[in-house]
């Protein structure tokens, strides 16, 4: 089964810095390749994704870049916002399997 | 905007009681999903569901675990004889394909005491 390594555990930034989360993977067949971000006490919404075609997305403050030659991908958040504080977790996977998430960043922003 | 819903919000339950966790998943959507998440920890992956069956299950997914979609628009997760270590926020999520978006419900926060 797919094994996925998320680095930092934890991340505080002041407010305005960058942050970028790393995710490994061990599935060399995995092709799809989410971001989620849980707030305290809520659902897991997607912010993000990449297909294996693609090596870098983006979507305003949010990106996404793919290496899957070292397989691994990451998220970079620019311009970061107390709001951004939240918990995210990757979750790659390949068709026939369901999503396995990370343990997850907890990301802090401070104003 | 759709949205997957899940019944109860809060569920408490004496250990050793049977309890059965609801699930209406976004309508034209076709794999249902269930996850299981213990405080403060990582979002686990218990079973998911197509076309009327199991397509892929953790180790946590036992057998005092079950899933059964019995209509068109419900799919509950039942586990039979509760334990402690079964308390958790349970997540019901569905998406339209296989490789897709999930779209997570709000989650039933379920107490074992």
């Known amino acids: 089964g797919e094994n996925v390594e998320q680095h930092p555990s934890t991340l505080s930034v002041q407010e305005g810095d960058s942050a970028v989360i790393k995710c490994t993977y061990s599935?060399?067949?995995?092709?799809?390749f989410p971001w989620y971000k849980q707030e305290l006490g809520k659902r897991p919404q997607l912010i993000i994704d990449i297909r294996s075609n693609v090596g870098e997305k983006k979507d305003q403050r949010i990106a996404v870049t793919l290496n899957k030659t070292a397989k691994h991908f990451s998220l970079h958040i620019t311009e970061t916002q107390p709001e951004d504080s939240a918990v995210y977790f990757c979750?790659?996977?390949?068709?026939?399997?369901?999503?396995?998430f990370g343990k997850g960043t907890t990301l802090s922003v401070s104003s | 905007e759709p949205e997957v819903t899940q019944t109860p919000s809060h569920q408490v339950t004496q250990m050793g009681q049977e309890v059965i966790l609801r699930c209406v998943p976004i309508s034209n959507h076709l794999y249902f999903y269930w996850y299981r998440q213990i405080l403060g920890q990582k979002v686990e992956f218990l079973v998911s569901f197509y076309n009327n069956e199991i397509s892929e299950k953790s180790e946590i997914f036992d057998d005092q675990f079950s899933v059964e979609r019995p209509d068109g628009s419900n799919f509950t997760l039942k586990i039979r004889s509760t334990k402690l270590e079964d308390s958790a926020m349970y997540f019901c999520a569905s998406t339209l394909y296989r490789i897709d978006e999930a779209f997570f419900g709000q989650g039933t926060r379920l107490t074992v005491v």
């Open positions: 599935d060399s067949a995995s092709n799809y």
């Open positions: 979750a790659p996977h390949q068709a026939g399997t369901a999503l396995i």
